[in-house]
Structures are given as C-alpha cells and as structure tokens.
C-alpha cells in the first residue's frame, strides 16, 4: 500500500469543501448521461421535498467531503465526477474500497443511519453535484418508504463493492485491477473515455506503489487498450480493456445495474 494520508496528502491546499456559485452546477436529474441517478429514481413527491433544499456544488480535486468519526452535516449527490471512499491505516496507508459516481451519493448511508462515517471521502475527478441537508435527508428517511428502499438499494451496492474490493486486492493481478478501475471510473464519473487521472493517485486508489502503476499503464498503452499523457488516461479499445479487467468489473457491474435498478 502507499503512505498516504487523505487528510492531509489528498489536500496540499487545505481546501475546505464549498458550495459553487448560484446557478453554476450542472442540476440535470435525467438519465441521458448527465446528472444523478439516483436522484433522478426519487418519487414526486420525494423530490418535490428534496429538491427545493438542494444546493449546486463543485468537486474539486482532492477535497475531503467526510472524515471518519465526524458528524455528516450533508449528503453529496454526484452529477458528474468521481468520490473515492477509502480506508487507511495509523501509519496513514490508503486503499480505495469503493467510490461515488452519478449512481449514488456521499454521507447518504451515515446520514440515515449514526450520522458518523466510517471511512473518509474524498474528490477523485473534479466536477459537479448537488449537497442537501443530512437532517433533511434523515427526515425523508423516517417518513417515505419510498425513499427508504432506494437508501436500501444504494446500502447493499456499497456493501458489495466494498466486500468485492476486498477479494480483488487480495486475489487480483495489478493489470486487471487497474483496468476495472479505469473502466468503472469512466462509467460513474460521467467522464466517457478520457479519466483524468495521474499514477499517483490511482497508485493510491489501489493500493499499490507507482512504479507498479507505471509498469501496468506501459503495458496497457503498449496493448493499445490506452493512452496515458498529462495525467490523462483515454480508453482507445473499451472491449479489449474489458477483456483485460478482473472479474470484479462484471461481476459488480451486473450487481450495481439490478439493485439500483439502472437497466
Ligand atoms: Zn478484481
């Protein structure tokens, strides 16, 4: 694992989490390849609760939105971006064990349950949301079922990425890991096929030294599966990168897709 700090080495600039100017955020809720899905899921009558609080905000790299053991005061609905949820250890070692797209949202689990999360969150690839109240969205937890099961729904896909992430760490070669993770990033971050991304950072991601994040992008640029420049990384053969990710990749990918109900 990598000797990072998410606290401190994810933000050099001690940037606080902000809200971005009125009418500056993308506030599309359709299903068409912009904005939330899971927002886009609620009932009319959810929504018409919800939607009045929401407030337009920007993900900026590295930001950390929730700290392990701090109450959440908001949930952050992704409309496009990327949120990792990692784990570190005392010596401050990180490892991705899930992430946040345009399927979900941060703090929604803690909000409706303890209020206290258990991991940290932060930025991975800039962009835009939406943030609502946690006590609002506690509130619509305890009155609407209907809002409960999709809080269920979104529970259970953390759950089993989470569980997942486990057996690809322990099981799983770099080079298949890696291209999930380009794969599953491009999907949820709204980003298509260019992943802004540097090694550093998806060295951290998964856990892994950047000389091994650097061995495994040759050996996928030399493949022709990718194209890394500038701390860009641009899919050149999806299905050849599919072929190349691990099992996790379909496996979870079928999993989020029926309980959240994306088909
Ligand atoms: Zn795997």
Request: hydrophobic share 40%; proline share 5%.
């Amino acid at each position: 694992m990598l000797a990072m700090d998410p606290s401190r080495a994810m933000m050099p600039s001690g940037r606080a989490a902000r809200s971005s100017p009125a009418g500056s955020g993308k506030t599309s809720s359709g299903v068409d390849g912009v904005g939330n899905l899971l927002l886009a899921r609620l009932s009319p009558e959810d929504r018409a609760h919800l939607e009045p609080r929401l407030t337009p905000f920007e993900f900026r790299l590295g930001e950390v939105l929730q700290r392990p053991g701090e109450p959440v005061d908001s949930v952050y609905f992704v409309d496009r971006g990327l949120l990792s949820v990692v784990a570190s250890d005392r010596n401050g070692e990180t490892v991705e064990t899930s992430m946040v797209g345009r399927e979900g949202a941060s703090g929604l689990v803690a909000a409706c349950g303890v209020g206290v999360p258990y991991m940290t969150h932060l930025v991975q690839i800039e962009g835009a949301g939406r943030r609502a109240p946690a006590a609002l969205c506690r509130g619509l937890f305890q009155s609407s079922a209907a809002f409960r099961d999709i809080v269920t729904r979104h529970t259970q896909h953390v759950l089993a990425e989470t569980r997942q992430s486990a057996v690809c760490q322990a099981m799983h070669s770099a080079e298949g890991r890696c291209a999930r993770w380009l794969l599953e990033s491009g999907d949820r971050a709204g980003c298509g096929d260019l992943v802004p991304l540097t090694q550093e950072y998806l060295a951290a991601m998964l856990g892994v030294q950047r000389t091994t994040v650097s061995a495994v992008a040759s050996t996928l640029q030399r493949a022709g599966l990718i194209r890394y420049s500038r701390g860009r990384i641009r899919i050149l053969d999806h299905p050849g990168l599919e072929r190349a990710s691990c099992d996790c990749r379909k496996a979870v990918k079928e999993f989020r897709e029926t309980v959240l109900a994306l088909t």
